[in-house]
Each structure stands twice: as C-alpha cells, then as structure tokens.
Nanobody, 123 residues
C-alpha cells in the first residue's frame, strides 16, 4: 500500500513558477510516478510521468519545455517543477503511483492517488 501526499500548489501569476512535491508513505523504488491534472468541467489529464529508475520521462505536449518531473527514491518523493505557467495550467494536480516490473511510463492504470493540490494561474 502506498499513500501519497501532494504539496506546493497555490496561486501564481502567469509566467511564474511552482514546484509540486509528492511524498509517499512507503518505498516507491519499483513504482512509476505520475502527475495528473483536472480542470473544472474537463477530464483528468495525464501531465507527466517518470519511471522507477528516473531514466524515462513523459510530458504531455502542452507542458513540454516548461515542466520538469524528477524523483528522489531515497526520500520517496517525486517533484514537478512548473515554469512559465499559463492560465490554462489552472487545475487540481494529482500525484499517482503504479507498481511496474518494467522501467516504463504508462499513461493509465495508476492505482494509488493523492488527494490533489490546487494550482491557480492568474492572467
């Protein structure tokens, strides 16, 4: 069982930065970690993911070049550095985890979820 707790959300002006953190209760070494977001009236979207080794990452096109995902397995923590934020990035951001035997980054199937953290970008 893995429990996830996000932090780092908040209100920022367009062009600003935020760093989200996701702390896991147990070891996450064999878990793929992902960040999803859900804006009001929209479906939950897979934003970024990182394989258990950290060697593979994925970004949705809309955040490429602006967001960076990373993980520290010694601290059981995954991060999402968000730069050049836009109003369209406004959403609740969720951390998720999925056990994997392979060092890959799937976009679905995550079965452990955090409670979410609100990110609001003002224009």
């Amino acid at each position: 069982q893995v429990q996830l707790v996000e932090s780092g959300g908040g209100l920022v002006q367009a062009g600003g930065s935020l760093r989200l953190s996701c702390a896991a209760s147990g070891r996450t070494f064999s878990y793929v970690m992902g960040w999803f977001r859900q804006a009001p009236g929209k479906e939950r979207e897979f934003v970024s993911g990182i394989s258990w080794s950290g060697g593979r990452t994925y970004y949705v096109d809309s955040v490429k070049g602006r967001f960076t995902i990373s993980r520290d397995n010694a601290k059981n923590t995954v991060y999402l550095q968000m730069n050049s934020l836009k109003p369209d990035d406004t959403a609740v951001y969720y951390c998720a985890a999925l056990y994997s035997d392979y060092d890959v980054v799937p976009q679905r199937g995550y079965n452990y979820w955090g409670q979410g953290t609100q990110v609001t970008v003002s224009s």
